[in-house]
């Protein structure tokens, strides 16, 4: 019953996915740069693979240069099947038309990534974690927050994604396909400083769960004259204002910007 369960799951899982790619492979606007492959049904001395140009155009048989840039697909099989029945070529032809791969869409990655860029959607089916990865994955100051922002149906969208999450259990809902003229951006990770009578004062990237004793333990912990028993915790309230606090539990959780100092031994 379990492996019967956990196959529909897969099951359900692909054919959602296609429904998902073909939506977006409906949205999809041509533009320069874009290879395609047009076939008219029996008629297979017209099939043709090409290339559209950067002005959107393209040189099609019996109708030459006609332009298809900005349409989705759809619109594009329907101008060419008026073109051929317009001009007497064929009688109600019915026109295919295959996207081959994409080059006129781009998604620029930025932020702290090994490889900022603008690159090009191959596919219309990559997603936010795949686009990472071509621009080498998160640098090592690189925090896991992501911030998808582009235009969907015509409006604003803007899409916070926590990338670590994408490959957890129930994370592939969460890693949304990227569409052509989006931004990724990589967010710097959030660190905690450590100063004062340790081993290795500096500035540490907080980890997920991470403790005041954590913190004190990247920074080498305290020196032979500094002490566990004399800490201020200096931290941001949401007003803005530095709070400083003695002598912290050192099982609560670190805060973004939090400042920890070690002062010496009292004895």
């Known amino acids: 019953?379990?492996?019967a369960f956990f196959a529909i799951m897969f099951l359900?899982?692909?054919?959602?996915?296609?429904?998902?790619?073909?939506?977006?492979?409906?949205?999809y606007r041509l533009g320069g740069g874009d290879s395609i492959r047009i076939s008219v049904f029996q008629?297979?001395?017209?099939?043709?693979?090409?290339?559209?140009?950067e002005d959107g155009a393209i040189t099609y048989p019996?109708?030459?240069?006609?332009?298809?840039?900005?349409?989705?697909?759809?619109?594009?099989?329907?101008?060419?099947?008026?073109?051929?029945?317009?001009?007497?070529?064929?009688?109600?032809?019915?026109?295919?038309?295959?996207?081959?791969?994409?080059?006129?869409?781009?998604?620029?990655?930025?932020?702290?990534?090994?490889?900022?860029?603008?690159?090009?959607?191959?596919?219309?089916?990559?997603?936010?974690?795949?686009?990472?990865?071509?621009?080498g994955g998160v640098a090592i100051a690189g925090g896991d927050l992501a911030i998808l922002t582009g235009e969907r149906a015509g409006k604003p969208f803007r899409k916070e994604i926590d990338i670590a999450k994408l490959f957890d259990e129930k994370g592939h809902a969460e890693d949304i396909a990227v569409a052509g003229g989006d931004v990724i951006y990589?967010?710097?990770?959030?660190?905690?400083?450590?100063?004062?009578?340790?081993?290795?004062?500096?500035?540490?990237?907080?980890?997920?769960?991470?403790?005041?004793?954590q913190a004190l333990a990247r920074g080498g912990g305290p020196?032979?004259?500094?002490?566990?028993?004399?800490?201020?915790?200096?931290?941001?309230s949401a007003n803005g204002e530095v709070q400083v606090v003695s002598n912290p539990k050192l099982d609560a959780p670190v805060k973004p910007e939090d400042v920890l100092h070690v002062g010496e031994s009292v004895f």
Do not use: C, W
């Open 1 to 3: 019953m379990r492996f």
């Open 12 to 27: 359900f899982s692909i054919v959602v996915n296609a429904q998902d790619k073909e939506d977006r492979l409906a949205q």
């Open 186 to 213: 990589v967010e710097r990770a959030p660190s905690v400083y450590v100063y004062g009578e340790v081993n290795r004062p500096g500035a540490y990237r907080i980890e997920r769960g991470m403790t005041l004793r």
């Open 43 to 53: 008629n297979p001395n017209l099939t043709l693979e090409t290339r559209v140009a």
């Open 62 to 135: 019996l109708i030459g240069r006609m332009a298809l840039g900005g349409s989705t697909i759809a619109e594009a099989e329907r101008a060419i099947a008026r073109a051929l029945e317009s001009g007497n070529f064929i009688l109600e032809p019915q026109v295919s038309i295959l996207l081959l791969q994409t080059r006129s869409a781009q998604v620029s990655v930025l932020g702290l990534v090994n490889r900022a860029g603008r690159y090009p959607l191959d596919t219309v089916s990559l997603r936010v974690s795949e686009m990472i990865a071509i621009a």
């Open 223 to 236: 020196t032979q004259r500094g002490s566990e028993r004399n800490l201020k915790l200096h931290r941001r």
